[in-house]
T-cell receptor, first 112, second 112 residues
């Protein structure tokens, strides 16, 4: 099976940087995804890592270490609109198609 | 290009009733997955359809069933509704073998 852990909640100040950690245990690994979800809305894709290292996309970056079963999402220059839940999800190598196993989500609150 | 569309957006049902939720995938996507998201938690995988067949299934009872049509749209059926079935039901589509899953807005089901 798979087990994914991420902090429940984080608070940061507008303009600052926040790092959301995600650790996972899986019987087979075939990619890690980060999604953003505003309250009452659909999750929207942020990033995808399948190889070790850092993927940068504007203000958002995601890092993966497969040997450590660890990823983080880095949000820079925080804006009020970044207040949302951030979901870490892992795809299992044994899974055909696109079955994702999600963590519980990290609710980020950005304060002025 | 319309993204993933789900209907209805909200639904209230009585315990013991049956419900059908609908999903139209993003254009060009042939794989549809369904997820259940309880309040404050991450989405949980229910099942995935590809080529009109259930390709994978999560840890959900047989009361949860589905169907995929030749145009790739899909339905999720839940029989004998329980109070605990109250949740946001998300549909996600992806191209066959594609990495990224696109989510619909979800159907908020309340069982009373």
């Amino acid at each position: 099976g798979q087990n994914i852990d991420q902090p429940t909640e984080m608070t940061a100040t507008e303009g600052a940087i926040v790092q959301i950690n995600c650790t996972y245990q899986t019987s087979g690994f075939n990619g890690l995804f980060w999604y953003q979800q505003h309250a009452g809305e659909a999750p929207t894709f942020l990033s995808y890592n399948v190889l070790d290292g850092l993927e940068e996309k504007g203000r958002f970056s995601s890092f993966l270490s497969r040997s450590k079963g660890y990823s983080y999402l880095l949000l820079k220059e925080l804006q009020m609109k970044d207040s949302a839940s951030y979901l870490c999800a892992v795809r299992d190598r044994k899974a055909a198609g696109n079955k994702l196993t999600f963590g519980g989500g990290t609710r980020v609150l950005v304060k002025p | 290009d319309a993204g993933v569309t789900q209907s209805p957006t909200h639904l209230i049902k009585t315990r013991g009733q049956q419900v059908t939720l609908r999903c139209s995938p993003k254009s060009g996507h042939d794989t549809v997955s369904w997820y259940q998201q309880a309040l404050g938690q991450g989405p949980q995988f229910i099942f995935q359809y590809y080529e009109e067949e259930e390709r994978q299934r999560g840890n959900f009872p047989d009361r949860f069933s589905g169907h995929q049509f030749p145009n790739y749209s899909s339905e999720l059926n839940v029989n004998a509704l329980l109070l605990g079935d109250s949740a946001l039901y998300l549909c996600a589509s992806s191209p066959g073998g594609g990495a990224e899953a696109f989510f619909g807005q979800g159907t908020r089901l309340t069982v009373v």
